[in-house]
């Protein structure tokens, strides 16, 4: 089933993992600053032709591509570009997050790289985009998403 709709969610950050080491320090200074949860606002894939209605004060954008649905990757590309070239997300951090990884085959990271032609967009836009494989089923990638989301 599509989202239709939006969706506000609280993603509550796991505590880091305590080193192996008793006598290493848990926090630092950095880390006791890190927030320990966020608002993110989910907009479906079905709602493309309002997306714009919501560009405004936004500072990070999650961009997730079912890399499983081969259909729809170029779609997923050709939306993404408006995004990148949107001049209101300009200045915005942005994720790329190809989900259903456990779902997909193993090549499945270059082949949806080049469908949606990562490294021709990535010389013509001003972001810098990072990228993420991850599973809702495995966890996959969820460390390097909570990071990215901490991160200022
Ligand atoms: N195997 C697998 N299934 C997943 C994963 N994430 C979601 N699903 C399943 O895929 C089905 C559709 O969910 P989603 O693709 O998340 O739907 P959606 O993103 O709301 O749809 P749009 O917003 O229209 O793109 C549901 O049955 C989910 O349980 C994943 O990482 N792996």
């Keep these: 089933m599509p989202t239709i ?3 506000i969610y609280s993603i509550h ?3 880091k993992q305590k080193p192996s080491n008793p006598n290493a320090p848990t926090t630092t200074t950095a880390s006791k600053h890190l927030p320990k949860s966020i608002q993110v606002l989910e907009i479906g894939g079905s709602m493309a032709p309002l997306w714009r209605q919501y560009f405004e004060d936004i500072k990070k954008l999650i961009y997730v591509v079912d890399a499983s649905n ?3 990757i170029s779609a997923a590309g050709v939306l993404f570009y408006s995004i990148l070239t949107e001049p209101r997300l300009q200045k915005v951090k942005i994720l790329l997050v190809l ?3 456990d ?3 193993r090549q499945m990271r270059n082949e949806a790289l080049l469908m949606l032609q990562m490294s021709k967009l990535q010389k013509q836009i001003r972001q810098q985009v990072q990228i993420v494989e991850a ?3 495995t966890k ?3 460390p390097e998403i909570y990071d990215w989301l901490q991160r200022p």
């Design 5 to 7: 709709g939006t969706g």
């Design 70 to 72: 081969l259909c729809q």
């Design 103 to 105: 779902y997909s085959y």
């Design 135 to 137: 599973s809702a089923v």
């Design 13 to 15: 950050f796991p505590e």
């Design 140 to 142: 996959v990638g969820f």
């Design 99 to 101: 989900t259903k990884m």
